[in-house]
Every structure is written in structure tokens, then in C-alpha cells.
């Protein structure tokens, strides 16, 4: 019994050991898949759109030509699967808008040297909210009660939390342990 409303697969092979098969492993969940993946060409749309994917993961750092970013977003949409664009910094977020995103992950690990700062992301989403129909998620360093709080406050939709629960033993378990601890502290009111 999985509670997480979708699930990020990683499928990126040569640093982390993922693969595309990964993502027809994880379709017996029947919660959307969002695809991880270095994406830098429309070709990985369309193999993407062959697996049980609803999302692709577009990192801005990676691909910060707007007319490529554009190209990948409008291919994926076209194909049904839900582009989530992942931004780092004010930058990167005034790019993913100006293409149109409306899912916009911030990622608070620096992929230039892997460092981690949830502040950062809480900060610049706070100075810049979701526009209209725009939807927020955070991502990286994020596994405690007060991270879940912290994500809330700063206006994020959703969290992509994923390492915290894949060193617990039962990953499942410990998803639950959160969400439960979570749901307490909001009928707490802290």
C-alpha cells in the first residue's frame, strides 16, 4: 500500500543506475510515474510516452535553450504525458515560465556540486509564488515533519521526497510514519 500520490522513477543509467524498465516495474502501483531522466531530446518524449509515464522531468540546467525546453515541454504535452520543468534558481524559474510551465519542481540540490539547501528554494518560492495555474513542488533534502511544514509555508504544491524513505527498510512504512506524523501536527496547529 503505497499513500504517495505519484511516484518518481529514475531511469538515468550511466550515473544512477536506472533504467527505462523501471517505470513498467513500478505501473502496479496505478499511481501516475514521472519519469527522471537526463531529458535532452524530443526522441526520449516519445520513448517515454511508450512506458506507463504520465510525467517527464525537464531540468532546466540541463537544457537552458528556451526554444529546446519549449520543444521538450510542447512534445510531451502533445504525447499526454505532463512536463514537471526543474529550476534551481530565479533564473532558471523566469525561464520555465516564459515557456510555459506550469509545474515547476525546485530542486534545492546544486546539480554543479551536489550541495543541498532546502532554505534556498522556501526562500525564492516565497519571493516569487506560483503565477496562475501554476503548481510548486519541492525537491531534494526534505524528510522530516518540519520540511513538510516548511514546503506548506512557502507556497509549494507538492513534495518530491524520495532518499529519506529509500534507505528506511520499508520505504512504504516510513511514508506512512510521515504522513500520519504530519496529518497529527496539522490538526495540532503547530
Same mark, same amino acid.
Given at each position: 500500500y503505497v499513500r504517495a500520490d505519484c511516484l518518481s522513477v529514475l531511469t538515468e543509467s550511466t550515473y544512477f543506475a536506472g533504467r527505462l524498465g523501471f517505470l513498467e516495474a513500478m505501473a502496479f502501483s496505478g499511481k501516475p510515474l514521472l519519469r527522471k531522466d537526463f531529458i535532452f531530446d524530443p526522441l526520449q518524449i516519445l520513448e517515454t510516452a511508450e512506458t506507463p509515464a504520465s510525467a517527464v522531468l525537464l531540468i532546466v540546467r540541463l537544457t537552458p535553450d528556451a526554444v529546446l525546453l519549449k520543444e521538450l515541454k510542447d512534445t510531451a504535452e502533445e504525447y499526454g504525458l505532463a512536463p514537471v520543468v526543474e529550476i534551481h534558481d530565479s533564473d532558471e524559474l523566469e525561464l520555465a515560465r516564459r515557456?510555459?510551465?506550469?509545474? !515547476?519542481?525546485?530542486?534545492?540540490?546544486?546539480?554543479?556540486?551536489?550541495?543541498?539547501?532546502?532554505?534556498? !528554494?522556501?526562500?525564492?518560492? !516565497?519571493?516569487?509564488?506560483?503565477?496562475?495555474?501554476?503548481?510548486?513542488?519541492?525537491?531534494?533534502?526534505?524528510?522530516?515533519?518540519?520540511?513538510?511544514?516548511?514546503?506548506?509555508?512557502?507556497?509549494?504544491?507538492?513534495?518530491?521526497?524520495?532518499?529519506?524513505?529509500?534507505?528506511?527498510?520499508?520505504? =512504504?512504512?516510513?511514508?506512512? =510514519?510521515?504522513?500520519?506524523?504530519?496529518?497529527?501536527?496539522?490538526?495540532?496547529g503547530d
Open positions: 515557456v510555459g510551465a506550469k509545474l !515547476i519542481q525546485f530542486n534545492s540540490r546544486d546539480l554543479r556540486g551536489l550541495s543541498v539547501d532546502p532554505e534556498r !528554494i522556501f526562500d525564492l518560492a !516565497i519571493r516569487e509564488p506560483p503565477g496562475p495555474g501554476e503548481l510548486y513542488v519541492a525537491a531534494s533534502g526534505l524528510s522530516t515533519v518540519r520540511d513538510l511544514a516548511e514546503v506548506e509555508a512557502a507556497g509549494f504544491g507538492a513534495a518530491l521526497m524520495g532518499t529519506a524513505f529509500m534507505r528506511a527498510q520499508d520505504p =512504504g512504512l516510513a511514508l506512512g =510514519g510521515l504522513l500520519d506524523e504530519f496529518a497529527a501536527w496539522r490538526q495540532k
